[in-house]
């Protein structure tokens, strides 16, 4: 899968709210009422990752999930993770 050139990240981006690109990742922050809130929104990523292969990196704050997403072995942005971004945003809420 290749790499998605800056435009097309911006694209993307435009049209995920609250997402923006650091580097070579785009992340958020995702709220939540509390920490079981939280941890459920992070156990609903794990079957859409895993069947994926594609995993994002993970902060856990108390009520707060930063996911960071980056197609490692590609060194940048794909649409695996423009995808896995879809899939979270449709799980918060």
Same mark, same amino acid.
């Given at each position: ?5 800056? @435009?097309?990240? !911006? ?6 709210? +609250? ?11 995702? $709220?939540? #009422?509390?920490?079981?809130?939280? @941890?459920?929104?992070? !156990?609903?990523?794990?079957?859409? $990752?895993? $069947?994926?292969? *594609? *995993? ?15 197609? *490692?072995? #590609? ?6 993770? @423009?995808?896995?971004?879809? #899939? $979270?945003?449709?799980?918060? +809420?």
């Amino acid at each position: 899968m290749p790499l998605l050139s800056d @435009i097309e990240v !911006q694209r993307e981006l435009a049209t995920l709210a +609250g997402w923006a690109r650091k580097r070579d990742e785009i992340v958020k922050t995702f $709220a939540f #009422k509390g920490f079981p809130d939280a @941890i459920d929104f992070v !156990q609903k990523l794990v079957a859409p $990752a895993e $069947a994926m292969n *594609h *995993h994002p990196d993970l902060d856990i704050r108390y009520n707060k999930v930063t996911v960071r997403l980056s197609t *490692h072995d #590609k060194g940048g942005i794909t649409e695996k993770d @423009i995808e896995l971004a879809r #899939k $979270a945003e449709s799980m918060a +809420g």
